[in-house]
């Protein structure tokens, strides 16, 4: 194997284990896009550039932006804006840089490095790939979109927040 491919698989080990350990959501989001981009190159490097493609599309595309949007539909309050803005120091960017920066010069360097050869395209229809979709592998595609689905109403659930309202003579809760 090529070192290459060893320098993107410890870099998606590392950002993988640093989205697991950080306890701010943001922060684990900026790892979670560097574990992307290393499995990106990882593709690329095996020789499924549209797979790599889509990996950075979709996962590091759509997914992270789906993820903040449930960190923002949270909005936990001033205390967390106030967070957010001492978030915007070096050492928060630092190993993400790093990362990041590792995985941009490997790109380049594989992509400057790659022979000129022609490559042969098979056609396929969208039918195809759609009768492949909901044939053998419907199950995964309706577990993929139940998962989904669960992570936006958990999201939901928990970002809602009952608001206490007391009234001056009683000093009850209600709703």
């Given at each position: ?34 574990s ?13 550039p ?24 949270l ?101």
């Amino acid at each position: 194997m090529n070192v290459f491919f060893y320098i993107a698989a410890a870099v998606a080990i590392i950002s993988t284990l640093m989205v697991i350990t950080r306890k701010h959501p943001v922060h684990a989001l900026l790892y979670l896009i560097v574990s992307f981009m290393a499995v990106a190159i990882i593709f690329f490097q095996l020789g499924a550039p549209f797979v790599a493609a889509l990996e950075i599309v979709l996962y590091a595309g759509a997914i992270v932006v789906l993820f903040i949007f449930v960190v923002m539909m949270l909005n936990l309050g001033r205390e967390t804006s106030l967070q957010e803005k001492t978030w915007l120091n070096l050492a928060t960017w630092l190993l993400p840089g790093v990362l990041g920066a590792i995985l941009l010069i490997e790109l380049i360097y594989l992509i400057s490095t790659q022979p000129n050869e022609t490559l042969t395209i098979a056609e396929i229809e969208p039918k195809a790939v759609a009768l492949s979709l909901f044939g053998p592998y419907v199950i995964g595609v309706e577990l993929s979109a139940m998962l989904l689905m669960a992570g936006v109403i958990g999201a939901a659930h928990i970002g809602r927040r009952t608001i206490k309202h007391y009234h001056r003579f009683l000093q009850e809760e209600t709703k």
